[in-house]
Structure formats: structure tokens, C-alpha cells
């Protein structure tokens, strides 16, 4: 990743006490060309709001943001009607803005970039490129396009749509309009990313590669659009094989930005809490010394952690009524088998059953389960962009950033949580920190050692675990041992003892295999056992980095344990998330439970 300079402008006041600043903007990047031809402009603008009024119709409580680097032509055009139905704007210029005022040619077009961007909330100058000098990018051609390849990048990177004004013809102008869609497709950009064969990443389904396109024309020779296609039309275009255009989003993509407005709503729901009871990664002293953009990335971390723990207590709470109507079911049924059959008994046992059931849907309905595994993963995954972003870790490629990849493999279902993590680095990762304020702060409240940090939570954590899995395998035993005398003693006896004596004996032995049978079910389905596997591998891998770091002098090396540290972290949790998906809330367990 390219090392951004730092933000030059940010008129948004900070809203870490607007309930708004716990949910998820939804932001939508700009691509287009310059050169439109002014009797369709009118055309474009219609077509460009109705856009917007289908977004904003189908995510009311969604903030919507458009991100433009207000270009001459379509960048202009749709940042004027984003400001009309007050949506946010932000925008990243190619290069310094001094340099970029080249661009335009006219005092007229001049005086309008600096009316539109002073409406902006934020603005970002990305730096140099690999390369590039001041003298290289003042001329039009290789250096310059560089610098427009690495907004390209960054707008693809940082946006859940890219609405693209395009004539629907592919090119090899380096960080043009095609080249921008088609980066955003395939993560290829000839002339800019080091392999122009792309990655392994475009191999499964992404979310990310959503494009809004609205065709135009363009005022040049040859300037009609591609083939069949004509000014004024408009597609969902994705790589969906089955209907890459539609006009409808792809519903794989709608079901990514449902998640992401159920997070939003939630957090929206709770701000009140969260903003008091939440665990932020940053304090009022860190604040005043690291780079502003990790704020954005506290505040959603503080809301996801909040709302995890909200939900796995209600997971937690269900789990253990429904365990508890499972005792209750088994001693209804014994007391009919084995004491007094009267029909109450099974007509309590049924009204346990038919309780435990209707907890496990009304939970399922909610999406309790879902959403704690969700939010916790999304927590872990902000706090690792968070610490990096502080230590100035960066991904190490041009083209990628440090969401891209994570669970990048996995269900498709959890393509939201990207989806969120690259709206909330997005200033960090246009503004590179290097300081080694930063560097400390995640080397102490993130790596921590055996009593503080990251590695102290996994140390404290496995061995609670342990202690309650050991409790689990002493009942297990005791209650073994203990069948074992009973099944013993009538063997032995079953002659002389008589039915006051051998009844209770056979009672209270199922009572105690009940009991033993249910903690085990709740064990598992709290994956004890997994969990100590976790904190043990996970203590294991931070006292490896903890080590290693004490070791050396060289912050660059420490940052690149802290690369590999966070790889492995992220790597972990999506693991868990994995296991744990296979431990759903559902009836299944009520009728093993049952049985």
C-alpha cells in the first residue's frame, strides 16, 4: 500500500457523541469521464439522482456518503447532486491540491472545485507513488496517470458502490474510467499493480465488486457508446455469472448490505449504551497523540464489542433455559416412568419441550446467534486494523489494503464485516502514521504481556475456560464412578434388596446421568473445549511475538512482527467464527436434548 500524506481537511465535527457515529456510512465512489457531451447532461443528473433516491429508499437509516475527487465532467456532476439531497462528501485528490488545479482549465471550472470541495467533510491529498517526483507528475503522461491509477485504487478500496459514468468501452489509459471499473472487477490495473494476472482473491465471490453503471457519451471522435448501449441506460453490473447486468442488485450483494443495516440499526438502537458502557481501544490522552482516523475505527469497535456482548449474553441466557427445561423434561419423564405415571407428568414434559422450542425460535428469529458471532468477529477484526493502523503497519501493496483479505476465503455471507472495515480505515489509510507514539501505544494496549494486553486477555481467559471444562469432566467422572457402584451393588444384591430399596437407587442414578448428560450438551454447545485450544494457541503466538520484539531495536521489524502477529490473529477468528457457525441456534438441539 502506498504511503498516503496526511489529511488536509476535516470540517466534520467529531460525532464520537452522535448516535449516528456508532453506525456504518454507506459510500459510494465516483468514477466518470470528463469529456460529456452537454446535451445529456441533463440526462446523467436525472439518472444520477434516481440512483440516489433508490439507495437512500432501500437504507433509510443508513448515512450515505459520496466519495469524488471532483474531476471536470461526471465527478462534478454527481458530487452537485449528492450535496443537494445532503449527503455527505468526501473527497481524495490524486495528488497535492495545488498541483491537481492544473487539471482545470478555466477560472469558471476552478472556482467550482474549490465551491464544491469546500462542502466537502473531508478531504484527503494522496502522495506520490512509487517513483514519481514533484518534476514527474507535472507533466500530462506516465507519472501523472500514476497518480490517477492510485485514486482509482483508492476509491475501489474505500466505497460499497462504485457508480461509474462510463461509455462502456474498455481501454488502456492508465487509471481511466474503464480502468478504474475494471480494477474494481478483477483487482487488475495494467501499468499499476505488479501482476497484471490479478490474485487468487478474484476466484471466489466478492463483495466488493459492485459498480452502478450509467452509460454516456463522450464529446470526441468515436465518442458513442460501446455497441448497443446507449446514453441514459443503467445496470447493477457485477460478476455474477449468471446476470452480470441488472437492473436490480445482485441479491448476494443485498444480502451484504442487510447485514451491514441490521449492524447500523443496532447500533443506532443502543447508542445510548454504548457510548456508556462500551470498552473503547482509545483514551482522552491517546487522542491528543495519534492520528485522528483511528477515531472512526474506535467508535465502530466500541459499538461492534458492545452489541457482541449484548448478544452472546442472550445466546448464553437461551442456552441455559433451554439446558434447564431439558433437566426439567428428563425428571418429568422419570417421575412418570419410574414413580407416579400420571398423565401431568407428560403433559409438564411437553410444555417444557414445547418452551425450550420456542426460546431456541424466537432466538433464531432475532438472529441472536448470528449476530453475536458476526459483531464479535467485526470487533476483533477493528481491533487489529485499529493497533496496525496506530503502528503504521500497512499491507505492504499498492493495490491492497488491510480489509481485502480478511475472510476473504470464507462464507460469503460475512463479506459485510469488509464491507465495514473499509469505510472505517479509510482515513488512516489515507493519512499513513509512522510515529513512534503509535508504535508504543499497540506494542503496550495491544500485545501487552502476561498480565496486560491482548496476550494477558488470552492467558486470564484460557485458564477460566479450563477451570470450567475441568468441572464439566469431574462431574463426568464422579457421575461414571458413581453408576458403576449402583450397577455394582444390584448385581450383587439385586436378590435381597427390595423395590424400596433398588427403585430409588435406579431413580437417582438417571437423575444423575440427566444432569451429567445436559452439562455436557451445554459444554459443548459453548465450546469449552475448543475455546482453551484458542487462548492457548493464541497466548502462545503473542508470547512468540512479545519475545521476539524485546529482541530488537528496529521499528520497521517490529512492525513487521506486528504484521504477522495481526495476520495470525485475523486468521484465528475466522476460524472461530467457522467452528462456532456449526453450534446454531435451532430446535435440534432441544430434541437430542429431549431424547
Not at 94 to 121: C, G, H, N, W
Not at 190 to 201: F, R, V
Not at 347 to 368: D, E, H
Not at 487 to 492: E, T
Request: with cysteine; hydrophobic share 40%.
Amino acid at each position: 500500500m502506498a504511503i498516503f500524506s496526511s489529511l488536509i481537511s476535516n470540517t466534520q465535527a467529531d460525532i464520537g457523541t452522535d448516535q449516528r457515529g456508532f453506525s456504518v456510512p454507506l459510500v459510494i465512489a465516483v468514477t466518470g469521464h470528463r469529456n460529456l457531451l452537454d446535451n445529456e447532461l441533463l440526462v446523467l443528473r436525472e439518472k444520477a439522482r434516481a440512483f440516489f433516491s433508490e439507495i437512500r429508499a432501500d437504507f433509510p437509516d443508513r448515512q450515505i456518503t459520496v466519495m469524488s475527487a471532483l474531476a471536470k465532467g461526471a465527478d462534478m456532476l454527481v458530487a452537485e447532486e449528492a450535496l443537494k439531497l445532503d449527503f455527505s462528501l468526501t473527497v481524495p485528490l490524486p495528488m497535492s491540491k495545488q498541483e491537481y488545479m492544473r487539471d482545470f482549465d478555466s477560472v469558471e471550472l476552478r472556482e467550482k472545485f474549490e465551491s464544491i470541495l469546500a462542502q466537502a467533510t473531508e478531504v484527503y491529498e494522496l502522495p506520490l507513488t512509487s517513483g514519481n517526483t514533484l518534476a514527474s507528475i507535472t507533466e500530462y503522461g506516465e507519472g501523472r496517470n500514476q497518480q490517477y491509477a492510485q485514486l482509482g485504487v483508492f476509491l475501489c478500496g474505500h466505497c460499497h458502490i462504485l457508480l461509474a459514468l462510463w461509455d462502456g468501452k474498455y481501454s488502456d489509459n492508465l487509471g481511466g474510467t474503464s480502468q478504474v471499473v475494471r480494477f474494481h472487477h478483477d483487482d487488475v490495473m495494467p501499468g499499476y499493480t505488479t501482476d497484471t494476472g490479478g490474485s487468487g482473491i478474484i476466484l471466489v465471490d466478492d463483495e466488493s465488486d459492485l459498480v452502478y453503471h450509467i452509460v454516456c457519451s463522450r464529446n470526441q471522435p468515436n465518442g458513442s457508446p460501446e455497441g448497443n448501449l446507449k446514453a441514459g441506460d443503467h445496470w447493477w453490473f457485477s460478476l455474477d455469472a449468471k446476470e452480470p447486468r441488472s437492473k436490480r442488485m445482485p441479491e448476494s450483494h443485498r444480502r451484504t448490505f442487510a447485514y451491514t443495516n441490521d449492524f447500523s440499526t443496532d447500533a443506532l438502537k443502543y447508542a445510548g449504551k454504548i457510548r456508556d458502557e462500551a470498552y473503547a481501544l482509545l483514551n482522552d490522552k491517546n487522542w491528543e497523540e495519534l492520528p485522528s482516523g483511528l477515531r472512526s475505527i474506535d467508535r465502530l469497535f466500541c459499538a461492534a464489542d458492545w452489541l457482541a456482548i449484548h448478544f452472546q449474553k442472550r445466546v448464553v441466557m437461551a442456552l441455559r433455559l433451554a439446558h434447564l427445561l431439558a433437566v426439567l423434561m428428563g425428571l418429568m419423564y422419570i417421575a412418570y416412568s419410574d414413580i407416579l405415571p400420571k398423565q401431568q407428568f407428560l403433559y409438564a414434559f411437553l410444555g417444557f419441550f414445547a418452551l425450550a422450542t420456542a426460546i431456541y425460535a424466537f432466538g433464531k428469529r432475532n438472529s441472536w446467534h448470528r449476530k453475536y458471532l458476526d459483531y464479535r468477529t467485526l470487533a476483533e477484526g477493528l481491533r487489529v486494523q485499529l493497533y496496525w493502523a496506530a503502528a503504521g503497519v500497512t499491507s505492504g501493496s499498492k493495490s491492497k489494503f488491510m480489509h481485502d483479505t480478511f475472510l476473504q476465503t470464507q462464507d460469503p455471507e460475512l463479506g459485510w464485516i469488509r464491507n465495514v472495515m473499509r469505510v472505517a480505515g479509510t482515513q488512516c489509510d489515507a493519512s499513513s502514521y509512522k510515529g513512534l507514539s503509535g508504535l508504543t501505544f499497540s506494542l503496550t494496549n495491544w500485545l501487552g504481556g502476561t498480565e496486560m494486553g491482548q496476550m494477558g486477555y488470552f492467558r486470564r481467559k484460557g485458564v477460566r475456560c479450563a477451570l470450567q471444562f475441568q468441572r464439566t469432566e469431574r462431574l463426568s467422572n464422579f457421575a461414571l464412578c458413581l453408576g458403576v457402584v449402583v450397577v455394582a451393588c444390584l448385581i450383587l444384591t439385586s436378590a435381597e434388596l427390595g423395590e424400596q430399596v433398588r427403585d430409588p437407587l435406579v431413580v437417582g442414578m438417571g437423575i444423575m446421568l440427566l444432569f451429567v448428560g445436559v452439562r455436557q450438551s451445554y459444554s459443548h454447545s459453548v465450546a469449552d473445549e475448543e475455546l482453551i485450544r484458542q487462548y492457548e494457541f493464541m497466548y502462545k503466538i503473542f508470547g512468540n511475538a512479545r519475545r521476539r520484539i524485546d529482541l530488537i531495536d528496529n521499528d520497521d521489524e517490529k512492525r513487521r512482527i506486528l504484521r504477522i502477529l495481526g495476520d495470525a490473529a485475523l486468521g484465528e477468528h475466522a476460524q472461530w467464527i467457522l467452528m462456532n457457525r456449526e453450534r446454531t441456534m435451532d430446535g435440534g438441539e432441544v430434541f437430542q436434548m429431549g431424547q
